[in-house]
């Protein structure tokens, strides 16, 4: 018997008083059995029909069924839909939409041709004002789940590019069954190459790097790199507009002739420096260890905010040059109140260090990446902020003491702007310690920002290893949040950007 399009909790209920009130009587335990509470406990390939509540973390639709979260991509909040379950574990189960009955006056019809193929969108299918609003939701909750922390937080910013935004350009290039050339991005969790001719959230010139690819490739007669075997030429195509200019790297398996690679691009794009890396790796690594300079000089120096910087292939770079330039500013603002020295954690090529040495007393950097450092003093001696900008290289959990003795008795803001990963514990507490008169927090990613802002504002504590919610923290912690407002840094996408200030109590 096919189990019936129904679903929610007035079937339990019939159910379990009827259980309760005729526990003896077996006819009802036929009809417990029958069509109407058939295959109660939810299995593959089942259907549904629901309506959806709400949202998950990576921007699915959440059909509840019989109190169990079935949670839906490219579906939306109020939408009616048959859903069909494709697996069920761990109290929850995942579904496709198999037909929508009632679309949300919100949906509206997605740019790109590989929409729902592509790993790189989740959320073409919402108008913009519905993705700022689950930005902006989804930080709300996800500190409250994790943290335990009910704070207001403020629209996402949004900035003026909803597509054809991003500066920067990474594509894995492979190859089918067939030897013939793939040049795309990944399906979603796997790393099977959905092939595209152009990207809509990618800048213009996208559609033209893939075309020069492809005419260099077969040109040389090069092929795609095969992941299994571990055979083939190509492994990558990367590339960054650095104000106007290119900085493009090739990514090969083996030594390969990259010169006509750079006429093509060339006379595509325009001023271009090309690099090949070489990556012998069977990891997924994005570059090896060897670099070679094609064309140009490997780097162009550009400035932004004022700030005169050298950008390369593996320069850190915010992907969305608007929206970085708004919350940038904001950072400055906040660090700059009162004449403070600015404590910069976790600080990349250094160009926030840049702009906070400028505007505060001075400024400390801490970065891990050696290379990475080296561009920020690059980046002090291009300024002239010898005097006032300070890069250490070594890990944030071994430099920061030394930092807060070298600042003693100073009014200190500390901003930090970890990789998705978030901060070490031991970080969080050494700020939590600090006694800075202030604290920015900045994280693309809503789950360890709710994690490592419990932990400096006391709200998580940890118990024997363990972090526990603490809901009487307010009263003891040393800081409180001024406010947080997210920044739409990746338009279509399921991430966010967002920035938190924290006060001293």
């Known amino acids: 018997m096919p189990r019936p399009q129904v679903c929610g909790r007035g079937i ?29 406990d939810m299995k593959k390939n089942d259907v549904i029909t629901s309506t959806a509540s709400g949202y998950g973390t990576e921007g699915e639709a959440v059909f509840v069924c019989d109190g169990t979260p079935v949670f839906v991509p490219f579906c939306m909040e109020g939408e009616r839909a048959e859903i069909k379950i494709l697996s069920v574990k761990g109290g929850a189960a995942y579904g496709k939409c198999e037909k929508l009955l009632s679309p949300s006056p919100e949906r509206v019809l997605p740019q790109c041709p ?23 939701s989804l930080v709300k909750n996800t500190l409250r789940k994790i943290a335990g922390i009910e704070a207001e937080v403020l629209p996402a910013y949004a900035g003026e590019k909803t597509y054809r935004y991003r500066n ?8 089918d069954g067939e030897g013939n050339t793939l040049i795309g991005f990944y399906a979603p969790r ?18 033209k790097v ?19 075997s571990g055979r083939g030429d190509i492994r990558r195509i990367a590339v960054r507009e650095v104000g106007g200019k290119f900085v493009v790297a090739l990514v090969a398996a083996k030594s390969v002739n990259a010169a006509p690679l750079a006429d093509i691009l060339q006379k595509e794009l325009g001023e271009i420096t090309l690099l090949l890396n070489i990556n012998k790796s069977t990891g997924n690594a994005v570059f090896g260890e060897e670099w070679r300079v094609v064309r140009g000089d490997g780097f162009f120096e550009s400035e932004d905010m004022g700030v005169k910087f050298r950008a390369g292939a593996n320069t850190f770079l915010q992907v969305n040059d608007g929206v970085r330039t708004e919350l940038y500013g904001e950072i400055v603002k906040e660090a700059a109140d009162g004449g403070a020295v600015a404590i910069d ?4 090529g250094g160009m926030l260090t840049a702009l906070l040495a400028r505007a505060c007393k001075r400024a400390y950097g801490i970065e891990i990446v050696k290379e990475a450092s080296i561009c920020a003093d690059e980046l002090k001696q291009l300024n002239g902020l010898s005097d006032k900008m300070f890069n250490i290289c070594g890990r944030v959990e071994d430099e920061l003491a030394g930092v807060f003795a070298r600042t003693e008795g100073e009014r200190r803001v500390i901003v930090c702007d970890p990789p998705r990963k978030g901060m070490e514990r031991s970080v969080c507490e050494a700020v939590k310690g600090s006694g800075a008169d202030k604290v920015i927090l900045v994280s693309c990613n809503a789950a360890t920002l709710a994690r490592d802002l419990g932990i400096i504002l006391g709200a998580l504590k940890d118990e024997g290893g363990v972090l526990k919610k603490n809901p009487d923290y307010a009263s003891t912690s040393a800081y409180k949040i001024d406010y947080i407002r997210p920044y739409d840094m990746f338009p279509q996408t399921k991430h966010v950007e967002t920035m938190v200030v924290l006060r001293r109590n």
């Open 12 to 40: 339990n209920y019939i159910k379990n008083k009827l259980t309760r009130q005729y526990a003896a009587t077996n006819w009802v335990f036929l009809l417990l059995q029958g069509a109407i509470f058939y295959g109660d």
């Open 114 to 136: 590989v929409f729902t193929k592509c790993g790189g969108c989740q959320l073409q299918h919402m108008n913009y004002a519905a993705q700022t609003a689950f930005k902006t």
């Open 168 to 175: 920067k350009l990474v594509l894995p290039v492979g190859r």
């Open 190 to 207: 796997s790393h099977r190459i959905v092939p595209v001719s152009d990207c809509s959230i990618q800048s213009p010139w996208c559609a």
């Open 210 to 228: 893939i075309a020069a690819v492809k005419e260099y490739m077969s040109l040389c007669k090069l092929s795609g790199y095969d992941e299994a």
């Open 345 to 348: 954690l976790y600080s990349g």
